[in-house]
Structures are given as structure tokens and as C-alpha cells.
């Protein structure tokens, strides 16, 4: 019955956040990480509460899988679908990587929702057809966690009772600024390090996302409210993920990830470091729980059982989080990629490079 009630409250707490009105800041950075994970959540429910009995969209599965910030053995292979993509549809002869920025520290970029859609039937185009696909595939997955929601409501065995989601309103119609570069100022180096560069910018997005919440939620409380509750379900998977992926860089990229780390005195390699020996074990036990265990303690549980033998378990662990890690990885993330001093092209330079390109396409027939 755990599994159920956790799972419920998974669906809760993330179309509260999917149903964010009246924020131009999610609009453009942080609705793309809350995509991933309510697909990675109805994945999971289907599949271990309802053994895959309910048809849901292929296109949630192909989501849910990036999960991970990094392909064994296809990082490069990820990388150039990336670049394939941003070129096909911005061209190679203008700036064609899209950034975001909130007073000189990067927050995010086109390539997150470029990876986390790249197997999906949405790309490799943004046509309108495209978009309009794009839109209704939300509309199937607000159907689908309907639907979920009612059956987990009927297997609770009366337990829980359905109520209409709540709706979240954060007034902030102040967008990120926004600034395009070329990919070959961006991408600079060899195959390694525009994988390490790549991974890096992934990472950057989750983290960014877990700190804008933290912000923005109504945390205040001794309660365990939906609010708490789904800012730590999301900051332990990716906090996981993010130093997972960090983690990965230093073992298996050694050679130009150390070059890196050396040249900001080993910042990485204490955050990681501190991270193992602080909280890293008690958040890979919380991210596991994206698995729901019929028989075993599921995550809703495991809170209650925490904050019974310490009120402010929750408060210290986001605390902790979100200041100790993720701040102080974003920062150095945002320090290496540089994005706000690089070159932008003016307007002029953009029209008349684009000119040149279709003129030299025309003489060439």
C-alpha cells in the first residue's frame, strides 16, 4: 500500500510543478528537466505498480531514459546528434546554440531539451507540424497521469480519496536573458572535451532547476507539505545524477577532465569528495526509491520515518543540497563555459552572413 500512496503523491507533486502559471523562467529553462522526470515517474508506476498495463505514449519511455547525463561509449555519438540537430535548424553560418543566463550565471541552454527529446518523434526538426506533436504528446501525459491518478485512487483500497490537482502560481514575467553563440566558440577543443563541455551544460540544467525551485516553493513550514515533498523527491535524483555524472568525467576522462579541475584548483574534486563523505550515501538510498517496492519501504515512508527521529531531516538535507553542491557547481560550471563573455554576432553580421550563404547557394546550382 506504500507504493501506492508514494506514487500518488509523486503524480501530485509533479503536475503541481507542470501546471506552474504565470513564469516566464520555466518557460524557457526549467519546464525541460520537469518533462524528464514526470516521465520518468509514469514509466516507473506503469511498469512496477500496473505491470505495463496501461498504453502510454512510446515517447515517455524514450524520455524517461535520460535520466542519465551521459551514454557509455556514445558520448561522442550524443554530441554529434546534438550539433547535427542545431545546425539543420539553425545553420552552421550564425550563432546556433541558445543560452540562458540570470546576471552573468548561466542557467541553462537549448542543448538539454535537444538531448532529453533526441529519440523522440518530436525531432530532428521544430517544424510547426513538429510542435504541434510536441503539444500533444503533453496532452496525452496530462490523460495519462489522470489516469494513473484514478487507478491508484481505486487500488488504495479507500485509502485515498481523488482530488483535482492544485494549481501553483509564481508571478515572474521576467525571462532569463538569452544569448546565442557559435558552436565553434562554444565547442572548443578535441572529441573530449566537447564531451566533458556537453556533460557539463546537462548538469548545469538539472542543478539550476532543483536551486530555482528551492526559491520559489513554499518551504517555510514544519510540515511535510506537497511542496517539501516533491523538492526532495526531484533534488535527490538529481543531485545523484549530476555528481554521478561528475563522478564519471574523472574516472573515464580523466586526462582533460584533471586539466580542468587543476586549473580551478580542484574544485570539482573536492565537491565530489565532501559530497561522498556528507550525503552522497543517504541520497543515492533516496534516489533508488524511483523504484516502487510492493513489499519494502518506498520514499513516502522513508521520510516519515526520518522526520519522526528528526524534525528538520528534510530542511537540512535540501539545505545541504542545494547550498553546499549544486550553488557551488553551477558557479564553477558557469566560471569554465564562460558563456557571457564569449562572442555573440550583432544583427548586421547575422543578415549578412545568412545573405552570403543563400547567394552562395544560388551561384552554386
Not at 495519462?144 to 483500497?157: H, P
Not at 511542496?227 to 576522462?253: A, C, G, Q, T
Request: net charge negative; glycine share 4%.
Amino acid at each position: 500500500m506504500s507504493a501506492i500512496h508514494a506514487a500518488y503523491y509523486d503524480l501530485m507533486g509533479m503536475s503541481y510543478l507542470l501546471r506552474l502559471q504565470k513564469n516566464q523562467k520555466n518557460n524557457a529553462v526549467h519546464i525541460f528537466p520537469l518533462a524528464r522526470d514526470i516521465c520518468l515517474i509514469i514509466y516507473q508506476i506503469n511498469k512496477e505498480l500496473f505491470d505495463d498495463s496501461i498504453s502510454i505514449d512510446p515517447n515517455i519511455k524514450k524520455i524517461r531514459h535520460r535520466v542519465k547525463l551521459y551514454e557509455k561509449r556514445d558520448n561522442i555519438k550524443i554530441y554529434n546528434r546534438i550539433m547535427d540537430f542545431h545546425i539543420n535548424q539553425f545553420g552552421n553560418d550564425i550563432d546556433n546554440l541558445g543560452f540562458y543566463l540570470k546576471e552573468g550565471q548561466l542557467v541553462g541552454s537549448t542543448i538539454y531539451p535537444t538531448y532529453i527529446f533526441i529519440d523522440t518523434d518530436f525531432f530532428p526538426d521544430l517544424s510547426q507540424e513538429s510542435q504541434i506533436d510536441l503539444k500533444s504528446f503533453f496532452v496525452k501525459v496530462g490523460e495519462t497521469i489522470n489516469l494513473l491518478k484514478e487507478k491508484l485512487v481505486i487500488d488504495s483500497n479507500g485509502t485515498l480519496k481523488y482530488s483535482e490537482f492544485p494549481i501553483f502560481v509564481h508571478n515572474d514575467e521576467k525571462n532569463y536573458r538569452d544569448k546565442d553563440i557559435h558552436d565553434s566558440v562554444f565547442f572548443i577543443g578535441e572529441a573530449e572535451e566537447k564531451i566533458i563541455i556537453t556533460r557539463l551544460i546537462l548538469s548545469l540544467q538539472e542543478a539550476s532547476t532543483c536551486i530555482w525551485l528551492y526559491n520559489i516553493l513554499q518551504l517555510n513550514t514544519t510540515e511535510l507539505n506537497l511542496d517539501k515533498y516533491i523538492l526532495m523527491r526531484l533534488s535527490s535524483i538529481k543531485i545523484d545524477e549530476v555528481m554521478d555524472n561528475i563522478k564519471n568525467m574523472n574516472k573515464f576522462l580523466k586526462g582533460k577532465f584533471t586539466q580542468i579541475d587543476e586549473s580551478y584548483n580542484y574544485e570539482f574534486s573536492r565537491l565530489i569528495s565532501d559530497y561522498d563523505k556528507d550525503i552522497g550515501e543517504e541520497c543515492r538510498v533516496l534516489r533508488n526509491m524511483i523504484h516502487y517496492n510492493k513489499n519494502d519501504v518506498n520514499f513516502l515512508d522513508y521520510l516519515h520515518i526520518k522526520l519522526a527521529d528528526d524534525s528538520t531531516y528534510i530542511d537540512g538535507l535540501l539545505n545541504k543540497i542545494i547550498n553546499n553542491y549544486m550553488e557551488p557547481l553551477c558557479l564553477l560550471i558557469t566560471n569554465y563555459l564562460d558563456v557571457d563573455n564569449k562572442r555573440s554576432m550583432n544583427d548586421w553580421e547575422k543578415i549578412s552572413k545568412r545573405l552570403y550563404s543563400r547567394l552562395s547557394g544560388i551561384l552554386r546550382r
